[in-house]
Structures are given as structure tokens and as C-alpha cells.
């Protein structure tokens, strides 16, 4: 079996607006083989940077496009084919938007193999720990504390037993801050969790104080506080903070996580699949984070493709390793619509991983061409 031909979806909302949700575009690759079996995966990115990536021309040995690199290549051998694309993408690449755009074809090339075996991804990681995730409902923070109440009541009205609210009007006075975070825990009572992402707003003295802040409503963890390169910042914030740090979303690859954990300290890794390296680097970080003795819980704010990548990674992990799911509420068909089975909340606050082969999910062909940029 060979590779064809990758090919890429542009897909955005008819509305973008200028804020932290990342269900408003995505970029969809498929991978095709000569025994028409495709794999399908997300590079969650700017989409008009992954898609040159994936099809810019050679320019020499070390700075060429995915698809140049892959065609009539093998799709099993997904070790070497990410090896392969790291080094060819050299000169421009080893992080940042490059290292989004392998994991999406990576995620591809997995989704392959389980279709290939017959079996879904986790059975291929080798462990089937859990068929459900517990998640966690993941929103952006309204503008009064009030609405905040409201919101997370709604939530745990549908049925999640946690929530996360970030970025949104958080970050711009402290005693609102504090006053978001009361009503989160108002909200929660005392049996539910609540999970505050500040969105990078932060130095690390500031964090400081306002984690002793917040202590006292128990938060599982506080997400980002401080800028993504700050690592002096994160390790004197993780060595006095009365709260768990968690950390990752924009890290690439095991270097980058590396220095995370090392220098920085954070309790809790976040590697998003679809940007860190795709399965196979998120494979090699799982075992990293044991290694340190760090919790793993994936960053998954996109579309369908990603959430059930995050699923088939986790119901690979024990619980006590990777405890939740992130799971996008604000509205957008791009994660409500795009695959088929759709995303979906069970009674008890959990999601089922799908067993299908591969990812177990297809997209929906009228989606995919509703918002189809190019």
C-alpha cells in the first residue's frame, strides 16, 4: 500500500471573531492510499499556514512540502514518515506551525492503520483502559461573574461533573477574578470540579498571589497563567503555588515538553494532538510524563476529528494518568456536526470512546463542503 496523494480542507466559519475559541476554522487533511483506504486528521493551526505546508514544493533537502514527501511512501510506517517529514522540514520547521501540520498527517496515517487492522487506535497503542472519559465542559469566560454562575449551572445541569472557564473577561481586574472563581465554586458545591484557564495574563508574582487567592475555592488546576516561554516564571510559580499548574497547549514535540516539566515544573501536561506531533509524539509524552510523574490531560478545543483522537489516546492511558477529557461548549458546527458519530455528552458526564477502526469517526461530506475555504 502506498500514499497517493494528501489533500487539505480549509474550512472556516462564516463569522470569525477575535477570540480565544479554536471551533471557528480548522484545517482537515486526508491521506490517500492506492488501496483506497484514506485516514483522516486535523492541524489545528492557522489553516492557510498548515495547508502551504503540507503542499509547498521542494526547495531542497531540508525545507520541502508534506505531500512531496509522502507520495509513494508507505502509510504503516508511521515512525519513520515522522522522521522523515521532521527532517525534511528542517530548515523552516522543528516547531511551531510545521510540527501542527505533521500531526495532523500523523493523525491521518494512525487512522490508517486502525482501518488497515481492523481495530481502533487504542487497541493499536496497545491498551483498552476505559470505553468513556470523564470531560470536562470547556468555555470561555462571559463578562460578569454573574453570567459565569449561570453558564456553569447550565453545564452541570446537562450532566458534566467538571468545568473549565477561560480567557474571555478574565485577566483584567483581580477582584473580578476572584469573584468568577467564587461563582464557578458556587456553582460546583462541593462534590464537582472546577478548572481555571487564565489565559496567559500573568507574571509569574501576580500568579503567585492570586493562586493563594484562589486556593480556598479548590481548583483542579490553574491553566496557563503565565506567557508559554516563560520557564524561570513557571518554576518559581509551580514551587509556591497552593494550586496545581497546568501547562502545554502551544508545546511541540518531547523537546519542548521536556523543558516544560524540567524547567518549568507544571504539574499537569496539555499537549494539544493535532499540534504537538500528533499521536505518535503524544504517545512518546505520555510515557515522559510518567516519567516525571506528571498527569497528562490533552488540550482538545477544535472539531469533532480531534476530540475523538483525544479519546482513543486516553482510553489507552489509565485514569489516574490521564483523568479527563476536554470538551469544546461553545457552539459551532465545526465540532457539533463535522463527524459522524458527532460528539456527545452521556448522562453520567462522561463520553464514549469510539470503537470503530481507525479514529472511529468519518467526516460528513456536506459539512466538510458548507465551509470549505479552498
Same mark, same amino acid.
Given at each position: 500500500?502506498? @500514499?497517493?496523494? %494528501?489533500?487539505?480542507?480549509?474550512?472556516?466559519?462564516? +463569522?470569525?471573531?477575535? /477570540?480565544?475559541?479554536?471551533?471557528?476554522?480548522?484545517? *482537515? %487533511? %486526508?491521506?490517500?492510499?492506492?488501496?483506497? /483506504?484514506?485516514? @483522516?486528521?486535523?492541524?489545528?493551526?492557522?489553516?492557510?499556514?498548515?495547508?502551504? /505546508?503540507?503542499?509547498?514544493?521542494?526547495?531542497?533537502?531540508?525545507?520541502?512540502?508534506?505531500?512531496?514527501?509522502?507520495?509513494? =511512501?508507505? !502509510?504503516? &510506517?508511521?515512525?519513520?514518515?515522522?522522521?522523515?517529514?521532521?527532517?525534511?522540514?528542517?530548515?523552516?520547521?522543528?516547531?511551531?506551525?510545521?510540527?501542527?501540520?505533521?500531526?495532523?498527517?500523523?493523525?491521518?496515517?494512525?487512522?490508517?492503520?486502525?482501518?488497515?487492522?481492523?481495530?481502533?487506535?487504542?487497541?493499536?497503542?496497545?491498551?483498552?483502559?476505559?470505553?468513556?472519559?470523564?470531560?470536562?465542559?470547556?468555555?470561555? #469566560?462571559?463578562?460578569?461573574?454573574?453570567?459565569?454562575? =449561570?453558564?456553569?449551572?447550565?453545564?452541570?445541569?446537562?450532566?458534566?461533573?467538571?468545568?473549565?472557564?477561560?480567557?474571555?473577561?478574565?485577566?483584567?481586574?483581580?477582584?473580578?477574578?476572584?469573584?468568577?472563581?467564587?461563582?464557578?465554586?458556587?456553582?460546583?458545591?462541593? =462534590?464537582?470540579?472546577? #478548572?481555571?484557564?487564565?489565559?496567559?495574563?500573568?507574571? $509569574?508574582?501576580?500568579?503567585?498571589?492570586?493562586?493563594?487567592?484562589?486556593?480556598?475555592?479548590?481548583?483542579?488546576?490553574?491553566?496557563?497563567?503565565?506567557?508559554?516561554?516563560?520557564?524561570?516564571?513557571?518554576?518559581?510559580?509551580?514551587?509556591?503555588?497552593? /494550586?496545581?499548574? $497546568?501547562?502545554?497547549? &502551544?508545546?511541540?514535540?518531547?523537546?519542548?515538553?521536556?523543558?516544560?516539566?524540567?524547567?518549568?515544573?507544571?504539574?499537569?501536561? +496539555?499537549?494539544?494532538?493535532?499540534?504537538?506531533?500528533? *499521536?505518535?509524539?503524544?504517545?512518546?509524552?505520555?510515557?515522559?510524563?510518567?516519567?516525571?510523574?506528571?498527569?497528562?490531560?490533552?488540550?482538545?478545543?477544535?472539531?469533532?476529528?480531534?476530540?475523538?483522537?483525544?479519546? +482513543?489516546?486516553?482510553?489507552?492511558?489509565?485514569?489516574?494518568?490521564?483523568?479527563?477529557?476536554?470538551?469544546?461548549?461553545?457552539?459551532?458546527?465545526?465540532?457539533?456536526?463535522?463527524?459522524?458519530?458527532?460528539?456527545?455528552?452521556?448522562?453520567?458526564?462522561?463520553?464514549?470512546? !469510539?470503537?470503530? !477502526?481507525?479514529?472511529?469517526?468519518?467526516?460528513? &461530506?456536506?459539512?466538510?463542503?458548507?465551509? +470549505?475555504?479552498?
Amino acid at each position: 500500500m502506498k @500514499i497517493t496523494n %494528501v489533500e487539505c480542507h480549509y474550512l472556516r466559519l462564516p +463569522q470569525v471573531e477575535a /477570540i480565544a475559541s479554536g471551533v471557528q476554522d480548522a484545517l *482537515i %487533511v %486526508v491521506v490517500h492510499t492506492d488501496d483506497g /483506504i484514506t485516514g @483522516i486528521g486535523e492541524v489545528d493551526s492557522s489553516p492557510a499556514v498548515g495547508k502551504a /505546508i503540507v503542499e509547498a514544493p521542494m526547495s531542497h533537502s531540508l525545507a520541502t512540502g508534506f505531500r512531496h514527501l509522502l507520495i509513494g =511512501e508507505d !502509510p504503516l &510506517e508511521r515512525e519513520r514518515l515522522w522522521r522523515k517529514l521532521y527532517d525534511g522540514t528542517y530548515y523552516f520547521g522543528r516547531r511551531g506551525a510545521v510540527i501542527h501540520a505533521l500531526s495532523g498527517i500523523d493523525m491521518a496515517l494512525w487512522d490508517i492503520a486502525g482501518k488497515v487492522a481492523g481495530q481502533p487506535i487504542h487497541r493499536l497503542l496497545g491498551a483498552s483502559y476505559r470505553d468513556r472519559v470523564v470531560a470536562y465542559g470547556s468555555v470561555l #469566560f462571559p463578562d460578569a461573574p454573574e453570567e459565569a454562575y =449561570e453558564k456553569a449551572c447550565r453545564l452541570f445541569e446537562e450532566g458534566f461533573t467538571a468545568v473549565k472557564f477561560g480567557w474571555g473577561g478574565f485577566g483584567k481586574d483581580w477582584k473580578r477574578d476572584l469573584a468568577f472563581v467564587r461563582a464557578l465554586r458556587d456553582a460546583a458545591g462541593e =462534590e464537582r470540579e472546577i #478548572f481555571i484557564d487564565a489565559g496567559m495574563c500573568w507574571d $509569574a508574582p501576580t500568579a503567585i498571589r492570586m493562586a493563594e487567592e484562589m486556593a480556598s475555592y479548590r481548583p483542579y488546576w490553574l491553566e496557563e497563567p503565565l506567557n508559554a516561554d516563560d520557564w524561570e516564571g513557571y518554576r518559581l510559580l509551580t514551587s509556591r503555588s497552593p /494550586i496545581p499548574i $497546568a501547562a502545554g497547549e &502551544e508545546e511541540t514535540t518531547r523537546y519542548g515538553f521536556r523543558d516544560l516539566m524540567e524547567r518549568g515544573g507544571v504539574s499537569i501536561i +496539555q499537549p494539544d494532538l493535532s499540534r504537538c506531533g500528533g *499521536i505518535t509524539e503524544g504517545w512518546k509524552l505520555a510515557f515522559l510524563a510518567e516519567l516525571y510523574g506528571r498527569r497528562i490531560v490533552p488540550h482538545a478545543f477544535s472539531t469533532g476529528v480531534l476530540l475523538a483522537t483525544s479519546l +482513543q489516546f486516553l482510553a489507552a492511558l489509565p485514569e489516574s494518568r490521564a483523568p479527563f477529557l476536554e470538551f469544546p461548549q461553545e457552539p459551532s458546527p465545526l465540532f457539533s456536526e463535522l463527524t459522524d458519530p458527532a460528539p456527545s455528552l452521556q448522562s453520567d458526564g462522561t463520553v464514549l470512546v !469510539p470503537n470503530g !477502526p481507525g479514529l472511529g469517526v468519518e467526516l460528513r &461530506e456536506d459539512v466538510l463542503r458548507r465551509y +470549505q475555504v479552498s
